[in-house]
């Protein structure tokens, strides 16, 4: 009789897969050189009204793939797609994020060689999505003045994890009366290198900035 017993690493495991995944997605915009960029923040910080306001700033420059993530419904990929760039709209179900496998698909299902610049908007959320590499070639974070003075303190992890801030809405700093810089100073504090930009995706401050920076 044999009686064995294995330990799975699970986490281990499933992280490993996904590197490798994220890996084989790099490979693919690094093949078409596509810039692709991986947006992440909590609920309602403004990432689909940033991405909106570049593709409006973009789309006539470059062909744009938007691949939006969701529990459910298609109504961020609709908004975007208002702006006539092409979407893909991922429906997670239960999961709080997405991984390299979903974005595999949703590369596999268009034919990504037509873009130059793809858009991820990842599933509102500050912890999770910052945990699973997609293979793109930069992650941002999106914060905002509508959340709060302490969503960088509490959240230091997902910042380390990304390689640049954008805080959204500072034109609503005044009006709620939110200290930007101070926020800023709480990024420095965990990394004193990450690019900042402070926006606003619906009037366009800051814009041009993050989009030279971009290298768009
Ligand atoms: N005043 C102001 N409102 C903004 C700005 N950016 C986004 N909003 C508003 O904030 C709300 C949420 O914006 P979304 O772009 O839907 O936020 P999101 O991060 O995509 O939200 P989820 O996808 O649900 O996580 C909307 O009503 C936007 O119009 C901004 O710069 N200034
Ligand atoms: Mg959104």
Redesign the pocket.
Known sequence: MSEKTVSIDIKKDLFGANEEAASKNAEVFKKHGIVAIDIM??????????I?ALCERLSEKYPILMIAG?LATRI?AD?VGSHGVDTVQINTGTACHLDARMIRVAIDDTDISKYKVVFI?N???LICPAGYSLGVGKKVV?V?V?EGPYMIRKHPLTIKRSDMVVI?????AEVLDFDVDALERDIREVDANLPVFK?????GTGLDKLIEYLGL
């Open positions: 923040g909590s609920v309602g910080t403004g990432k689909t009204q940033l909106e969701d961020d908004r908007e599933v509102g959320n999106v905002s509508t959204n809405k500072i034109d609503l926006v606003s995706s619906k009037i």
